[in-house]
């Protein structure tokens, strides 16, 4: 157990770092003193409407998952992903997320199972068949609203 601690508190240290340096990096918004024309909603953070009619749910919290061989850790994987869902329909990811997240990490899990995160786990073709598996998991929870899952990033940590 003790060797899974330092691998996890770096990721977390890591992920905290690079939030806080993108906030402070971040340019800051022009500030002028006329009064706005117009009245706009609120955005939704986790929101990002384009022109093709669907939006995109980033998911909270990144997916660790462990590289076990031989009954051992080997290494750990680190991902964010996002659904590609229909318009309108980030509420619904949202309102159902732990069970998405669930699926979805329990095909991260039989990926790496598979050998998915072995060697060249960023291979095309293992890339491919991971997309596909969790684009078929996210779509088997919410059918008539997830149409695909962006993986936005992925690191792997030998332990």
């Given at each position: 157990?003790?060797?899974?601690?330092?691998?996890?508190?770096?990721?977390?240290?890591?992920?905290?770092?690079?939030?806080?340096?993108g906030?402070?990096?971040?340019?800051?918004?022009?500030?002028?003193?006329?009064?706005?024309?117009?009245?706009?909603e609120?955005?939704?953070?986790?929101?990002?409407?384009?022109?093709?009619?669907v939006?995109?749910?980033k998911?909270?919290n990144?997916?660790?998952?462990?590289?076990?061989?031989d009954?051992?850790?080997?290494a750990?994987?680190?991902?964010?992903?996002?659904a590609?869902?229909?318009?309108?329909?980030?509420?619904?990811?949202?309102?159902?997320?732990?069970?998405?997240?669930?699926?979805l990490?329990?095909?991260?899990?039989?990926?790496?199972?598979?050998?998915?995160?072995?060697e060249?786990?960023?291979?095309?073709?293992?890339?491919?068949?991971?997309?596909?598996?969790?684009?078929?998991?996210a779509?088997?929870?919410l059918?008539?609203?997830?149409?695909?899952?962006?993986?936005?990033?992925?690191t792997?940590?030998?332990?």
């Open positions: 157990m003790k060797p899974f601690i330092l691998p996890i508190a770096f990721v977390l240290v890591g992920g905290g770092a690079g939030a806080g340096a906030l402070v990096l971040s340019p800051k918004a022009e500030t002028t003193h006329e009064a706005p024309s117009e009245v706009h609120a955005a939704d953070p986790h929101a990002a409407p384009t022109d093709h009619g939006e995109y749910a998911l909270n990144q997916f660790v998952v462990p590289v076990v061989r009954g051992t850790t080997r750990i994987v680190a991902l964010n992903l996002s590609e869902v229909v318009s309108g329909g980030q509420s619904e990811v949202f309102a159902v997320e732990p069970k998405l997240r669930d699926a990490f329990a095909a991260l899990l039989d990926h790496a199972r598979m050998g998915g995160f072995d060249d786990y960023t291979d095309g073709e293992n890339m491919h068949l991971l997309r596909d598996s969790l684009r078929r998991t779509v088997s929870v059918p008539e609203t997830i149409t695909d899952v962006m993986i936005l990033d992925v792997r940590m030998e332990i």
